[in-house]
C-alpha cells in the first residue's frame, strides 16, 4: 500500500467514525472500517504504520479512542507480547499516543504483556484481576 493509498484509507476510516455508525457517510466509507477491522489477521505490521500515522495525525481525542478501542486493542489482543517493545518506546516519547492508549482495554488473558501495557500507558488496568 502506497502512501496516498494509506492516506485516503485513514481519512475514509476518520469521516466514517466522525459520522457515526448510523450515518449513510459511515456506510459510504464502510470499506475503510472493513479494512480496519481485517488488519490484525491480515497484515498486523501494516495496521501498526496505520494506527500510528493515525495518532500522528489527527488530535480528535474522541476519534483516537475509538482507534484505541477498535483496531488498537485488537491488535494487542492478538500480538501484544510481540509488539509491547514497540508500545513501550512509543508511550515514552509521545504524549498523544500514551494517552490513546488509555482507551485500549485488555484483560490480562488477552495478553502476555498485560502488565507492560498498562505500566507503559501510566494508568490501572480497567479491569480488576
Given at each position: ?7 485516503k484509507?485513514?481519512?475514509?476510516w476518520?469521516?466514517?467514525h ?53 483496531p ?27 494517552n ?30
Amino acid at each position: 500500500m502506497n502512501q496516498s493509498e494509506r492516506e485516503k484509507l485513514i481519512s475514509a476510516w476518520l469521516i466514517a467514525h466522525e459520522a457515526g455508525t448510523e450515518s449513510p457517510i459511515y456506510e459510504e466509507n464502510w470499506w475503510a472500517v472493513e479494512t480496519f477491522l481485517n488488519l490484525p489477521e491480515e497484515d498486523p505490521e501494516l495496521l501498526w504504520e496505520l494506527i500510528l500515522e493515525t495518532i500522528n495525525k489527527e488530535k480528535n481525542k474522541k476519534l483516537l479512542s475509538y482507534l484505541a478501542a477498535g483496531p488498537f486493542e485488537d491488535l494487542m489482543c492478538k500480538y501484544g507480547t510481540e509488539l509491547i517493545e514497540r508500545v513501550e518506546k512509543e508511550a515514552s516519547s509521545n504524549p498523544i499516543f500514551k494517552n490513546t492508549m488509555k482507551h485500549v482495554w485488555l484483560e490480562s488473558n488477552d495478553t502476555n504483556a498485560f502488565s507492560r501495557f498498562y505500566e507503559a500507558a501510566g494508568i490501572e488496568p480497567p479491569f480488576n484481576e
